[in-house]
């Protein structure tokens, strides 16, 4: 089955600094990748999505991601981080065959010092 | 948005006692899931819905139920409940490719 590993379970930056949140993933066939985004008390809302083609995906709020294939990553960025991208953040896998098998990573969560 | 809630959206209850938490969604998505979330863990599959009364199980099923007899609604049902089943539960439904999930529910078993 497949797998992610998000490293650091929190991530600190200042206000207006490059946000880099790491992912990486296991999977035996090609997978689709996710990054969603949680903020308290609320569910998951879907930042951005690799499935096919581009490897560079841009999402909402001005994140984006990179799908690399020979080093099994998805990490997420954002060129100047803003107050209100605190919160947590999830990559997850789900392979091109298993539509029910979604896996998550643990979380990061990120805070953002003025 | 998807439109999906959860009912109720807090409970507490106590050790032995069966639970049941409501999935609803008005996108008229045939696949429905229930995961729970711990510190941790991020969030583990607990049952899923491939349509009207077809589910399977996910990661955690153990200790937990479904059951899904319209396309609105997804039941999780905790046949009697644990202070291990203390967690955060969400409901999410799935077109396409990506997943859209409901506000939670939280849990306390006491």
């Known amino acids: 089955a497949q797998s992610v590993t998000q490293l650091g379970s929190h991530v600190s930056v200042s206000e207006g600094a490059l946000v880099l949140l790491r992912c990486n993933y296991s999977?035996?066939?090609?997978?689709?990748l996710f990054w969603y985004v949680q903020y308290p008390n609320q569910g998951l809302q879907l930042l951005l999505k690799y499935t096919t083609g581009a490897t560079l995906v841009k999402g909402i709020n001005g994140f984006e991601a990179e799908f690399k294939k020979s080093e099994t990553s998805f990490h997420l960025t954002k060129p100047s981080a803003h107050m209100s991208d605190a919160a947590e953040y999830f990559c997850?896998?789900?392979?091109?065959?298993?539509?029910?098998?979604?896996?998550f990573g643990a979380g990061t969560r990120l805070t953002v010092k003025p | 948005d998807a439109g999906i809630t959860q009912s109720p959206r807090h409970k507490v209850t106590e050790t032995g006692t069966p639970v049941t938490l409501r999935c609803h969604q008005t996108?008229?998505?045939?696949?429905m899931y229930w995961y729970r979330q711990d510190p941790g863990h991020g969030l583990r599959l607990i049952h899923y819905?491939?349509?009207?009364?077809?589910?399977d199980k996910g990661e955690v099923s153990d200790g937990y139920s479904v059951s899904r007899s319209k396309t609105e609604d997804f039941l999780l049902t905790l046949e009697s409940a644990t202070s291990s089943q203390t967690s955060v539960y969400f409901c999410?439904?799935?077109?396409?490719?990506?997943?859209?999930f409901g506000p939670g529910t939280r849990l306390t078993v006491t």
């Open positions: 999410a439904t799935q077109n396409h490719y990506e997943q859209y």
């Open positions: 997850a896998v789900r392979d091109t065959y298993n539509n029910n098998d979604m896996r």
């Open positions: 999977s035996s066939v090609p997978p689709y």
């Open positions: 819905s491939y349509g009207v009364k077809d589910t």
């Open positions: 996108e008229n998505h045939r696949y």
